[in-house]
């Protein structure tokens, strides 16, 4: 029953992942590599302000998302002057620059040793150290991100987002201030991962740095390409599948550092294989 | 503590040399990933975050020759560098010419090639472990004294090959029909098609000598350091970053840059801190994309 909640929180977590870099790639074509950063900094701050300050964790969540949005302001408006292969190579390098950061900054993030003893959230006396109760707030705020997430893609904001994405210079004849909405579906999307990268800190109440490495930004695209671009269900989806077909490998029974690599084997030959014969994913409404 | 007179900065002269043949070295590896990397670019017009693996192809299939099977360390390396070669042409056979053939666009390419990349890195950690690793045998043992500065004997062989790869290079894409064939499909693929050359299989043949070169890089690396499953990705980086600041799909340019990105990290790391280096590298990109983003040699668009 155990493993089930804990299965069902990392699927929370991926889905409120892969819905805000949806919104990046799959509605405005943005073909960001560094979700994984801002994932980071959400839990590093969740990390370092509840072992440090004691702050409460909800608290901690907005400050995240405050950090987050300002220096995803900044690295999204260095990224706009990119398009194309570019952009995705730049946004490469801030997730580099940003992992280097956790694993450099000792005095702030104490490196490789990561911080440890991150306590579990408590509101009104509520305790969440319960994995059950910490599911149901994980789902409540993944249905929340998925409606707002609905909710923007719906809108007129969501339309012009589109339509970025399929002709930004036609889009630009109209009057609309392209970089005002690619900024801004970019800060959302990134305040969103840093939600996801609280709750992620203080369920496992450890954050080191290789947990947002490279590779996890190319893990959600992965869970968004599968599932479909441009289609919430779809990252969803993505994130139900890509948690749980390693846990089949495990069970395969593989050893532990070996089921880790047959991980990766599986999302690099499911990135290969969508690209060659569904580049749409399974639900996809946009092909990249 | 380092002194500080006055605005000028203390610089201990004694370190000078060392550094500057550290970023010659440097340069040197990251000119090999660059070099190909661009062949490849030109001809095949997407960046190939997957080539960066064929490093540790090459490196891993020395290790395995020589200690596994035990085969002299010479002939481990002839075949390490085929069998690197051999990898990125089956790669571009079975994946990204289907890619072309469907005209599949540049981002398509991309996330192909980060499949290949997780893929291949993740079944190499799976067959020698992700542990760092070092080669059984060396070609050198010697050191050498320049100025004061060291150099050791594996690395003026990487600096000899890298210049002779580089100049055979130039000469076979300047005197031989391949050569000028790899060029009129970099210039034009469609146009080059009509007039009867076969871009398939250039492409294949330059995938070929491109990841080739890699496995080269990736060996000497190993011989000079060591290898590990994630070593590529560094150097794939490395390259990409050499290549734009040079300018893409410019031979030249990416050696250029890659001398120039080995002396901006070495000399970088000298006031910073060595663990900041794949950072500045970065920073240095994201200020050439932003500044200069043709690069130093490149063609305006």
Not at chain 1, 35 to 52: D, E, K, R, S, V
Not at chain 1, 231 to 255: T, W
Request: with cysteine; charged share 10%.
């Amino acid at each position: 029953m155990d493993y089930f909640v804990h299965i069902a929180i990392l699927i929370g977590i991926y889905s409120i992942l892969a819905l805000s870099l949806n919104l990046i790639v799959g509605y405005t074509g943005l073909l960001s590599i560094t979700q994984a950063a801002f994932y980071g900094i959400g839990a590093y701050t969740t990390a370092i302000l509840l072992t440090a300050f004691g702050m409460n964790f909800f608290l901690s969540i907005v400050v995240g998302m405050i950090i987050t949005g300002i220096l995803s302001l900044a690295i999204g408006y260095v990224l706009s002057k990119f398009d194309g292969d570019y952009f995705a190579l730049g946004s490469f390098g801030f997730n580099i620059i940003v992992y280097s950061i956790f694993l450099n900054w000792q005095s702030l993030t104490r490196g490789p040793l990561g911080i440890p003893g991150i306590s579990k959230p408590v509101l009104f006396g509520l305790d969440f150290s319960d994995n059950l109760i910490f599911l149901i707030l994980v789902i409540v705020l993944a249905v929340g991100v998925y409606f707002i997430s609905q909710f923007i893609t719906r809108s007129s904001f969501g339309r012009v987002l589109k339509a970025i994405r399929e002709d930004e210079k036609a889009i630009k004849v109209f009057g609309y201030n392209t970089l005002f909405f690619k900024l801004t579906i970019f800060v959302i999307g990134a305040m969103i991962a840093s939600v996801a990268g609280s709750l992620f800190a203080s369920y496992i109440t450890y954050v080191d740095p290789t947990s947002f490495a490279l590779s996890e930004s190319i893990f959600i695209l992965a869970i968004i390409i599968l599932g479909g671009l441009a289609n919430n269900k779809g990252a969803v989806l993505g994130a139900i599948c890509l948690v749980i077909l390693p846990e089949a490998l495990r069970f395969v029974g593989f050893p532990s550092d070996i089921a880790a690599q047959m991980r990766q084997v599986t999302y690099g030959l499911i990135l290969i294989v969508l690209m060659l014969y569904r580049p749409q994913g399974l639900l996809g409404e946009y092909k990249l | 503590m380092r002194k500080k007179a006055g605005f000028a900065i203390f610089i201990p002269m004694d370190i000078i040399p060392q550094l500057i043949v550290n970023s010659i070295i440097a340069g040197a590896i990251y000119s090999l990933v660059a070099l190909g990397f661009n062949l490849i670019y030109g001809t095949a017009k997407f960046f190939d975050l997957g080539y960066g693996v064929l490093t540790a192809v090459g490196g891993y299939a020395v290790f395995y020759f020589s200690r596994t099977l035990g085969f002299d360390i010479y002939v481990s390396i002839v075949l390490g560098v085929l069998l690197a070669g051999l990898v990125g042409f089956v790669i571009e056979k079975i994946v990204y010419k289907k890619l072309r053939a469907r005209k599949a666009s540049s981002m398509v390419f991309m996330v192909a090639a980060l499949g290949v990349m997780t893929t291949l890195q993740a079944i190499i950690a799976i067959l020698f472990s992700s542990q760092f690793q070092v080669f059984p045998a060396t070609i050198s043992t010697q050191t050498f004294q320049i100025f004061g500065g060291v150099i050791t004997g594996v690395q003026c062989i990487a600096l000899v090959l890298s210049i002779l790869i580089m100049f055979s290079l130039v000469l076979v894409l300047r005197f031989t029909k391949f050569g000028k064939a790899i060029k009129a499909v970099s210039d034009d693929a469609e146009v080059s098609k009509m007039v009867g050359i076969d871009t398939d299989t250039i492409i294949s043949k330059v995938f070929f000598i491109g990841s080739a070169i890699a496995g080269l890089a990736g060996i000497l690396v190993g011989f000079d350091t060591g290898i590990e499953p994630t070593m590529g990705f560094s150097l794939l980086l490395k390259g990409v970053i050499a290549s734009i600041i040079g300018g893409v799909g410019n031979i030249y340019g990416g050696v250029l840059g890659s001398f120039l990105l080995g002396f901006i990290e070495n000399f970088g790391i000298w006031k910073i801190s060595g663990e900041w280096k794949d950072a500045i590298s970065f920073s240095v990109l994201i200020l050439f994309l932003l500044f200069r983003p043709n690069g130093i040699l490149g063609k305006k668009l």
